[in-house]
């Protein structure tokens, strides 16, 4: 069985600093890893997901995650904010051995402030 | 090349109505999954479906719900005699073969149960 913990419900951050999003997880199995956004009264949108290969993932606009087994982590990361990266962003895994199906985080809101 | 499309993107059901939620996948993609976003959480899958089958049904609600993919047209979630506990966003996401494939997301139809 998979599950997703993302630290922190909430997030602001000032337009130009550090986004870092937390997310753990637990696999029995191999994970595949993802992160999505989503805008209001949108769909999920991918930013970018991992399964195999360098742990260190570049994704649309900007972000990139890390893989770290031993920590079971894959943080979200983006050097500067824009004022569009304000929006929910859900991590997710997927087992190797599964149909395919995501076990979503709770989800981040991230707001940013000028 | 249409991305995912759900119909109707709102809908409004009375207590013991039937609600009955439409998803026509990407061009190309056979398989798709259903997911449910109740209010403040993430999503939850319910369903995978390949053409005429259901593959995975792990996360519908063993009675009310039911799910198709027919061999023509779009995939179906029906929910019968519908409560107010249904209330929430449904998303539909497809992808190619499943497994590994990056799921595509639909905009979702936000059920509203009186």
């Known amino acids: 069985a998979q599950s997703v913990t993302q630290l922190g419900s909430h997030v602001s951050v000032s337009e130009g600093a550090l986004v870092l999003l937390r997310c753990n997880y637990s696999s029995s199995v191999p994970p595949y890893l993802f992160w999505y956004v989503q805008y209001p009264n949108q769909g999920l949108q991918l930013l970018l997901k991992?399964?195999?290969?360098?742990?260190l993932v570049k994704g649309i606009n900007g972000f990139e995650a890390e893989f770290k087994k031993s920590e079971t982590s894959f943080h979200l990361t983006k050097p500067s904010a824009h004022m569009s990266d304000a929006a929910e962003y859900f991590c997710?895994?997927?087992?190797?051995?599964?149909?395919?199906?995501?076990?979503f985080g709770a989800g981040t809101q991230v707001v940013v402030t000028p | 090349n249409a991305g995912v499309m759900q119909n109707p993107r709102h809908l409004v059901r009375r207590r013991g109505q039937e609600a009955r939620l439409r998803c026509s996948p990407m061009k190309g993609h056979s398989h798709v999954y259903w997911y449910r976003q109740l209010p403040e959480e993430g999503l939850k899958f319910m369903v995978y479906l390949q053409k005429e089958n259901i593959i995975d049904e792990s996360g519908m609600p063993k009675e009310r719900f039911s799910a198709e993919f027919p061999k023509e047209g779009p995939s179906i979630l029906r929910i019968q005699q519908v409560v107010r506990g249904d209330s929430a966003a449904y998303f539909c996401a497809s992808s190619p073969s499943g497994r590994l494939e990056t799921q595509y997301f639909g905009p979702g139809t936000r059920l509203l149960v009186l």
């Open positions: 991992y399964t195999t290969g360098a742990t």
């Open positions: 997710a895994v997927s087992a190797a051995d599964s149909w395919g199906k995501l076990q």
